[in-house]
DNA sequence: CGTTGGTTTGATGGTTCTCAAACTAGGTGG
DNA sequence: CCACCTAGTTTGAGAACCATCAAACCAACG
């Protein structure tokens, strides 16, 4: 099992091996969480830092009326809530999509992390403002893109942030219509027709439910990708 | 003439009157820069670190069919782009709206800044996160409401922004409506027709093409403002 | 006094929502 | 093993919202 915490932060400082050990050190405690359960509801103020390992999980807001406005998914590797500590009191919740594996670390762990181990801290700064830039380029996708082109483009960031952190499985998406509905701000039925006109394009393929992208550059172009606000090294 | 800059911070950390003579003595050095003017363009790595001390500004790309999508205003008090040093070039542009003053600070001196005046730092710490949290809002408001709630959730949240730093004057709006229509990803036309109905609906006022708000509490049930996300101090 | 940038108004069309219902697959209990 | 139930997907018809295109209007400015 490789540790796809220490792969993300790689992607913004060069760690050495004294930090990758301590980071696997940190995230043996861990515990599974089934699909749809919250890691931090909002109001919260908690007491440990959460990181994904395995699974997808969101960042979410509910409405007055009841909608569910999903403003970030959160991949194997990210952490949820390294913020709370300045800010106190959560101004919306963290829930799994999918069953995930979640790590907990204390606060006083994550002190010792930032102040200890530079290069990880450098990286934990890297991977917050990445995920600022992930939120500009979500508001540029949905205020300006039809929604065909909102799919694809977020198809495309999954795609590449995956690959990033060495996914080892082919990228192939297993969210539900009504989960990309709220992450899109779209309704499910749109959802629906959005796919089937993607998959007849031959844009994206779908088994068992699961979104899989055969041509990706086909893709990214007609999304428009540019991959330059990941911040990803040259490589990817 | 007020520190805009000390009263933001102020909101997220308790400064101490050294730490506002420091700050008083960093903004001194600025420029007046007219509307329309880019302080920072995508793919630079400027030498500087820049606030705004008088008019507004904002993030925002361009699309490759030329259309300008607008991800963030920046009021006086705000710093814009503090995360430089980490990112290296910059993923968007920075540009004034309307005639700004506009300080500039030196690498060093930021560094400076955030080793030796802790309680400073804590409360830059605080403002990007703030930052972050109205990125969020703003996705959820693009997402899901419909383009009346969306400028009425605009102005309410522009009205505690500038009420938070203690902005002088009554709060009054002056930007263009092709300004508005690329903060809410809508166009010219439409934005014209949602201030005319909010206007016949009492909800704001226009005079000489700015726009002012007689009742806020009015106008913050209207769009279902919750001022949550802004975090600040109860008092507001 | 023409030019320019911005606002206002109208007509039409496309994208997306809403409402409604059928369909599919997986799970559960009789 | 089958009947039922549920969550999710698929399809259709009509309406609402917003975009597009076009043109008139207005105020500031040289």
Redesign the interface.
Known sequence: MRNFVARKLNN?AVLRESDEARLDELVRNWRAMPARTDIISQGDDPEFVHAILDGIAC?Y?I??DG?R?I??LLIPGDFCDM?IA???RM??SIGTLTPCRVAHISRPEVEDLLQEYPRIA?GM??S??????I??E???N???RRSDRQMAHLLCELYLRFAAVGWPEAFSLGLTQEQLADT??ITVVHVQRVITALRQDGLIELRDRQITIPDIAQLMEFS?FDP??L?LPPEH
């Open positions: 913004g960042r807001k409405l007055p909608r406005s403003m970030d913020h300045i800010l106190g101004d919306h450098r700064w890297w917050s403002l990445v995920d600022e830039a939120l500009r979500w508001l540029v949905m205020g300006q899109l701000g428009e330059d606000y911040h």
